[in-house]
C-alpha cells in the first residue's frame, strides 16, 4: 500500500475517534455504492452524517478540507441516496467534512459540521 493510502486511513482513524468523543455513532467505515465512496457513516443525534476525511501533510495548496471539489460533493451526495435507499433512514441527512494536517510533530483538526448543502 503506498504512504499516502496509510496517510489517508491515518487520518480517518483520527476522525473517527473524534466523531466518537464528540457522541457520533459510527455506522460504516468506506461504505461504497458503486464507484462512490463515503468514509465514515454516523449518527448524531437524529441526524445521519455523513462525513468526508481529507488528510494533508502540507497546507501548502490550502486547507485539507478545501480538497472537498464540486465533483466530489455530488458524489457524496450519491452515495448518501444509495445508502439511504438501501438502509430505509427516514431521518435528516447533513455532510460534513473533517480535514487532517499532519504539521510537522503535531496534528490539526478542523471538523465542519454541515459543510455542504446537496445541489440539485
Avoid: C
Wanted: no cysteine.
Amino acid at each position: 500500500m503506498a504512504t499516502h493510502n496509510d496517510m489517508g486511513k491515518t487520518g480517518e482513524n483520527i476522525a473517527a475517534s473524534h466523531l466518537q468523543r464528540k457522541g457520533y455513532r459510527i455506522l460504516a467505515r468506506n461504505w461504497r455504492f458503486n464507484r462512490d465512496e463515503i468514509d465514515i457513516i454516523a449518527i448524531d443525534g437524529d441526524w445521519l452524517v455523513i462525513v468526508e476525511v481529507k488528510t494533508r501533510t502540507s497546507a501548502w495548496f490550502g486547507e485539507p478540507e478545501m480538497a472537498v471539489t464540486n465533483a466530489k460533493q455530488k458524489a457524496l451526495v450519491r452515495a448518501a441516496e444509495g445508502y439511504i435507499m438501501e438502509t430505509d433512514f427516514r431521518g435528516e441527512t447533513r455532510f460534513d467534512v473533517v480535514g487532517i494536517l499532519f504539521d510537522k510533530q503535531k496534528v490539526i483538526l478542523n471538523h465542519i459540521r454541515d459543510a455542504f448543502l446537496p445541489r440539485m
